[in-house]
Nanobody, 123 residues
Framework: QVHLIESGGGLVQAGGSLRLSCAASGRSFGTYSVGWFRQAPGKEREFVASVNSRTGDTYYADSVKGRFAISSDNARATIYLQMNSLKPEDTAVYYC????????????????WGQGTQVTVAS
């Protein structure tokens, strides 16, 4: 069993930045690929970014390309999501999740989930 705990959410002005963290415990972090998803009120949970913890390859949703950056620190069993140039439409609960797939954009392929952290971008 893998336990994931997100932190770093909060309130920020449009154009500002936040850095989210996801700490993993339990099974070795290096055996999973990890992703970030978000869910806004009235919308489905959507893919944001992912990183293959073995290769370091990263993937992004079109809506965040050029603004967000995902990274992993296997020694600390932690992944990060650096969010820059934030927009009001980025407001959502952000979730960290792990999968046994090398690459996946689907929430159905992720079996371990954190509790979520709220990100609110004010205009």
């Amino acid at each position: 069993q893998v336990h994931l705990i997100e932190s770093g959410g909060g309130l920020v002005q449009a154009g500002g930045s936040l850095r989210l963290s996801c700490a993993a415990s339990g099974r070795s972090f290096g055996t999973y690929s990890v992703g970030w998803f978000r869910q806004a009120p009235g919308k489905e949970r959507e893919f944001v970014a992912s990183v293959n913890s073995r290769t370091g390859d990263t993937y992004y949703a079109d809506s965040v390309k050029g603004r967000f950056a995902i990274s992993s620190d296997n020694a600390r069993a932690t992944i990060y999501l650096q969010m820059n140039s934030l927009k009001p439409e980025d407001t959502a609960v952000y979730y960290c999740a792990a999968t046994t797939y090398s690459v996946s954009y689907s929430r159905h392929d992720y079996v371990y989930w954190g509790q979520g952290t709220q990100v609110t971008v004010a205009s």
